[in-house]
């Protein structure tokens, strides 16, 4: 891609300068609209939403759905069952009810390991496909978004390359020949989300009435993390910001086995985006595509990635699903799709830092101080019985056979942690929640690519070479 193409140095200034206090507009909007109220808006959002679920027939779906994602963030709730008749329902719920919903299916389909099976496999599909968007809608936004600009854009496919909860992309090519991907959001999106969280906001309410178990695990807590992940997805400039920051940090350390598409200068609007095409396949279809793939060497650097991205930068891609990884014919990486990253500062990375220390170690101590240092565990708990019982749990899972924790047990670790913390006060900050999805992320791309793998021995011998390679900067941190 011509550096000509590229975002300028002052576009990106003004990103810097002006996304920040977005980013905390919509944190503040996001808690306005799960707080459960009844507004004037709110009316016709339950009519709305009232005739999908009666169209569904489907009474009690929102609240299934609900505990689920809930669930899946780690929120001390139990899944509901998982009986044929409550899946179909919910499944027609998430169909008929829209992209808020199939984003509330996105994350009980990420969840392996946090939910039963038979949740995740339901929703799968609501990881990699949305209905598409009706022939000639996307022509016409990227013609009214770049106004006098877009003839630089010289063709647009009609098919669309993917179509999502948010948006949906389409090969490109500008009138220099480099070919881009575009990436539009959905008209009328932003009016939608917030009307539906607003509903989903008085179906959290009125379960936390009615079951004592919805209520300890603090469901409305769970829609303004979900509204707040939601409405910065749909402001494609932060996108832009996470690509070029993210682009950045990985030169800066040295990682050129990812690549990350880059924004083009002038392209770039609240609804839509406009970056360089990449190369690649979904992972858990590169081998089928593109013949036998080095499972092993491709995991070690995804641990590598995340972890040190994380532990160094405190900024990192948050919804790591087999859909934005993508492998490239020359064994690399291909990351797309940034539209939720999470941010540290230097306080809660120094918090996570001792966190995955102790975690390598089985030391429930430190992990429960480090979880009270990152906020996430209140001041005033009793931290001594919580590391007891935290330390319990992990010693039954020190007496694994042969001392490995594969894939398929990296997911049940997570989750009995964090349903022993959750019980005890445990309020995972959005942060958290992205983290650990990214976790259970490596599992299942261990799963594809590396089904072998000892996780937990990959997880912690890349911790110790990221301490005997950047020590002075971890001191630094942890000073």
């Given at each position: 891609?011509?550096?000509?193409?590229?975002?300028?140095?002052?576009?990106?200034?003004?990103?810097?300068?002006?996304?920040?206090?977005?980013?905390?507009?919509?944190?503040?909007?996001?808690?306005?609209?799960?707080?459960?109220?009844?507004?004037?808006?709110?009316?016709?959002?339950?009519?709305?939403?009232?005739?999908?679920?009666?169209r569904a027939a489907?009474?009690d779906a929102?609240?299934?759905?609900?505990?689920?994602a809930?669930?899946?963030?780690?929120?001390?709730?139990?899944?509901?069952?998982?009986?044929?008749?409550?899946?179909?329902?919910?499944?027609?719920?998430?169909r008929?009810?829209?992209?808020t919903?199939?984003?509330?299916?996105?994350?009980?389909?990420?969840?392996?390991?946090?939910?039963p099976?038979?949740?995740?496999?339901?929703?799968?599909?609501?990881?990699?496909?949305?209905?598409?968007?009706?022939?000639g809608?996307?022509?016409?936004?990227?013609?009214?978004?770049?106004?006098?600009?877009?003839?630089?854009?010289?063709?647009?496919?009609?098919?669309?390359?993917?179509?999502?909860?948010?948006?949906?992309?389409?090969?490109?090519?500008?009138?220099?020949?480099?070919d881009?991907?575009?990436?539009?959001?959905?008209?009328?999106?932003?009016?939608?989300?917030?009307?539906?969280?607003?509903?989903?906001?008085?179906?959290?309410?009125?379960?936390?009435?009615?079951?004592?178990?919805?209520?300890?695990?603090?469901?409305t807590?769970?829609?303004?993390?979900?509204?707040?992940?939601?409405?910065?997805?749909?402001?494609?400039?932060?996108?832009?910001?996470?690509?070029?920051?993210?682009?950045?940090?990985?030169?800066?350390?040295?990682?050129?086995?990812v690549?990350?598409?880059?924004?083009?200068?002038?392209?770039?609007?609240?609804?839509?985006l406009?970056?360089?095409a990449?190369?690649?396949?979904?992972?858990?279809?590169?081998?089928a595509?593109?013949?036998?793939?080095?499972?092993?060497?491709?995991?070690?650097?995804a641990?590598?990635?995340?972890?040190?991205?994380?532990?160094?930068?405190?900024?990192?891609?948050?919804?790591?699903?087999?859909?934005?990884?993508?492998?490239?014919p020359?064994?690399?990486?291909?990351?797309?799709?940034?539209?939720?990253?999470?941010?540290?500062?230097?306080?809660?990375?120094?918090?996570?830092?001792?966190?995955?220390?102790?975690?390598?170690?089985?030391?429930?101590?430190?992990?429960?101080?480090?979880?009270?240092?990152?906020?996430?565990?209140p001041?005033?708990?009793?931290?001594?019985?919580?590391?007891?019982?935290?330390?319990?749990?992990?010693?039954?899972?020190?007496?694994?056979?042969?001392?490995?924790?594969t894939?398929?047990?990296?997911?049940?670790?997570?989750?009995r942690?964090?349903?022993?913390?959750?019980?005890?006060?445990?309020?995972?900050?959005?942060e958290?929640?992205?983290?650990?999805?990214?976790?259970?992320?490596?599992?299942a791309?261990?799963?594809?690519?590396?089904?072998?793998?000892?996780?937990?021995?990959e997880?912690?011998g890349?911790?110790?070479?990221i301490?005997?390679?950047?020590?002075?900067?971890?001191?630094?941190?942890?000073?």
């Open positions: 891609m011509s550096t000509s193409t590229l975002a300028r140095i002052d576009e990106v200034a003004r990103w810097r300068g002006d996304l920040p206090r977005v980013r905390l507009a919509l944190e503040a909007e996001a808690a306005a609209i799960a707080r459960p109220r009844i507004w004037p808006d709110t009316l016709g959002a339950l009519a709305s939403t009232g005739w999908r679920v009666l489907a009474p929102p609240v299934a759905l609900l505990t689920a809930a669930s899946a963030a780690g929120l001390p709730v139990a899944p509901p069952a998982a009986s044929a008749g409550t899946l179909e329902r919910a499944q027609r719920l998430v008929a009810g829209g992209p919903y199939v984003k509330l299916g996105q994350f009980i389909a990420s969840a392996r390991g946090l939910l099976d038979a949740w995740v496999d339901a929703f799968g599909w609501c990881r990699d496909a949305a209905p598409p968007l009706a022939p809608v996307v022509a016409e936004v990227v013609a009214r978004e770049l106004g006098d600009a877009r003839g630089r854009l010289a063709w647009l496919d009609d098919e669309p390359l993917a179509a999502g909860s948010i948006g949906q992309a389409h090969r490109g090519r500008l009138d220099d020949g480099t881009v991907v575009v990436k539009v959001r959905r008209p009328g999106l932003r009016r939608q989300v917030r009307s539906d969280v607003e509903t989903l906001a008085l179906a959290a309410a009125a379960a936390e009435r009615l079951h004592p178990a919805a209520a300890a695990a603090n469901l807590g769970f829609v303004e993390l979900f509204a707040s992940l939601v409405l910065q997805e749909l402001d494609l400039r932060l996108e832009a910001l996470n690509l070029v920051e993210s682009a950045a940090m990985f030169e800066r350390r040295g990682l050129d086995h690549r990350v598409p880059r924004p083009v200068e002038g392209l770039v609007t609240e609804r839509l406009v970056m360089d990449l190369p690649g396949v979904p992972y858990d279809r590169a081998a595509e593109q013949g036998p793939v080095d499972g092993e060497r491709l995991l070690g650097l641990i590598q990635g995340v972890l040190q991205c994380t532990l160094l930068d405190g900024l990192f891609h948050g919804d790591l699903h087999a859909g934005n990884v993508l492998v490239a020359d064994g690399d990486f291909s990351l797309v799709d940034f539209g939720i990253c999470g941010r540290l500062d230097d306080r809660r990375r120094a918090a996570l830092v001792r966190y995955l220390l102790g975690f390598a170690a089985s030391d429930a101590a430190a992990q429960v101080a480090a979880m009270q240092q990152f906020g996430a565990v001041a005033d708990a009793h931290v001594g019985a919580l590391a007891r019982e935290l330390q319990a749990e992990l010693d039954r899972l020190d007496a694994r056979a042969d001392g490995a924790v894939f398929d047990r990296l997911g049940d670790t997570l989750g942690l964090l349903r022993v913390l959750a019980a005890n006060g445990f309020t995972m900050p959005k958290l929640v992205l983290f650990f999805k990214n976790l259970l992320y490596l599992s791309f261990a799963a594809s690519v590396a089904p072998e793998a000892d996780l937990f021995a997880v912690t890349v911790l110790g070479r301490g005997e390679e950047h020590g002075d900067e971890l001191s630094a941190l942890l000073a």
